[in-house]
């Protein structure tokens, strides 16, 4: 083996050990200490020099190179947090992909006939593993509610094989093998940096989209507790003149004044019913955004019927529960004030044995953008809301449940089911 060849493998050793790095935080959690990440680089830095020395110092046969690899894995797996079964079970998938990249790729390439052995497949296996990585990551390691969206997908497919193509031809088409070499190498910073920043613009809208979700709900608090502060506010008042109250009910009931009686009555309670309040389940987070959100339309003329059979907890996430039923009820409130006739919004939710319905039905303008079964905005700027927005999609599916949406010509309603 020549010295360049040497540290050909020397250098794809390298970015393997990143791959398979990447391959163990796809299946075990990510937060750890300092300690802990700087144990796990030690391990690494042992297993690479273990395996360098017997692969390309020893020229050790496949059987040890194999060996030092699975004590290796086995090594790195002890940082990690999990049962051993898992820890086996992830050791024995890293080496089965590595083992069947390797021979797939140097098949290819011996059959191909494609110059520079060595390098195409240390280089083309790495890419792909790198790959399979990549997908197990962000497979893995989110939720249903912050699933990968298709462009990503694309992005990530495209820029992986386009890597794989320019990686092959710069290594057929290149004599030098040192040019092949810095070739090669770009080609894998390149791939590595789009796959990262496509990685990272995904990871910022998330962010950005957890950041909306709290603000919401953070308001829904604020709201409730603003009608309860005031709720508190006129029952004190009412209290402290209740001796008063009473005095003067007692005055006119001597004077046998029934009218009068009924009239003051009736003022009492009018004035206390102009506290009330849509929702009052006990659930902050339901009551605060019901309250919040219908309170406005109801206060812009529209007529507000709400019907709630939910108990004070849901087994809900509160972003969940603000993704869902913060952006129906916008998109309702939206539609309803751009009516000019009758404006009204009828609200149903029951929660019982598991499961949750939600039923928006509002009145609108009968101007609808629908493509393909799907609503969005009809606004010419498109303001990021609208029935098709994702966000309510993916709070469904989240919760394994069903949307259904009906309309006519002045109607339009929205249910969803959920198994909670």
Request: glycine share 6%.
């Amino acid at each position: 083996m020549s010295d360049l060849e040497t540290a050909i493998g020397l250098l794809g050793n390298i970015f393997t050990m990143f791959v398979v790095n990447m391959f163990f935080t796809a299946f075990f959690p990510w937060d750890y200490s300092r300690t802990d990440k700087l144990r796990r680089l030690a391990c690494f830095v042992v297993y690479y020099m273990v395996n360098s020395m017997a692969v390309f110092a020893l020229h050790a046969s496949p059987f040890i190179t194999l060996g030092t690899n699975v004590l290796g894995y086995l090594l790195i797996s002890f940082t990690y947090k999990g049962g051993i079964r898992r820890k086996i079970g992830v050791m024995v998938l890293i080496l089965v992909l590595c083992v069947a990249c390797e021979n797939l790729v140097a098949y290819f390439v011996l059959n191909f006939r494609l110059r520079h052995e060595t390098l195409t497949i240390i280089l083309v296996s790495n890419i792909v593993l790198y790959f399979i990585a990549v997908v197990l990551n962000k497979n893995l390691k989110r939720d249903q509610l912050d699933r990968v969206k298709p462009i990503e997908w694309i992005s990530i497919t495209v820029i992986s094989l386009a890597s794989l193509f320019m990686s092959v031809v710069i290594l057929y088409e290149c004599v030098d093998e040192v040019k092949a070499l810095i070739g090669g190498i770009c080609i894998v910073a390149v791939n590595m940096f789009l796959i990262y920043a496509v990685d990272r613009l995904q990871r910022d809208y998330e962010r950005e989209l957890e950041y909306s979700l709290m603000e919401q709900e953070n308001q829904a608090y604020k709201n409730q507790a603003d009608i309860i502060s005031e709720s508190e506010k006129r029952i004190r008042a009412l209290r402290h003149d209740m001796k008063n109250h009473l005095m003067a009910v007692s005055k006119l009931a001597e004077e046998e004044d029934c009218k009068t009686i009924s009239e003051y009555v009736n003022g009492l309670i009018s004035e206390e019913m102009t506290s009330k309040r849509l929702s009052t389940t006990g659930n902050t987070i339901l009551d605060g955004l019901i309250n919040m959100k219908l309170g406005e339309a109801e206060s812009a003329g529209a007529d507000v019927e709400v019907q709630m059979k939910v108990p004070d907890k849901i087994n809900m996430d509160s972003r969940d529960m603000v993704a869902l039923l913060g952006n129906l009820l916008d998109n309702s409130v939206k539609a309803v004030m751009e009516c000019r006739e009758r404006r009204f919004i009828r609200l149903k939710i029951e929660a019982e044995r598991g499961n949750m319905i939600v039923e928006v039905e509002n009145s609108y303008n009968g101007i609808l953008n629908e493509k393909h079964g799907k609503f969005y905005s009809t606004k010419p700027e498109g303001d990021g809301h609208g029935i098709g927005l994702h966000n309510v999609k993916r709070v469904v599916e989240k919760y394994n449940g069903e949307m259904r949406i009906e309309h006519d010509d002045n109607t339009f309603k929205v249910k969803v089911m959920l198994f909670v």
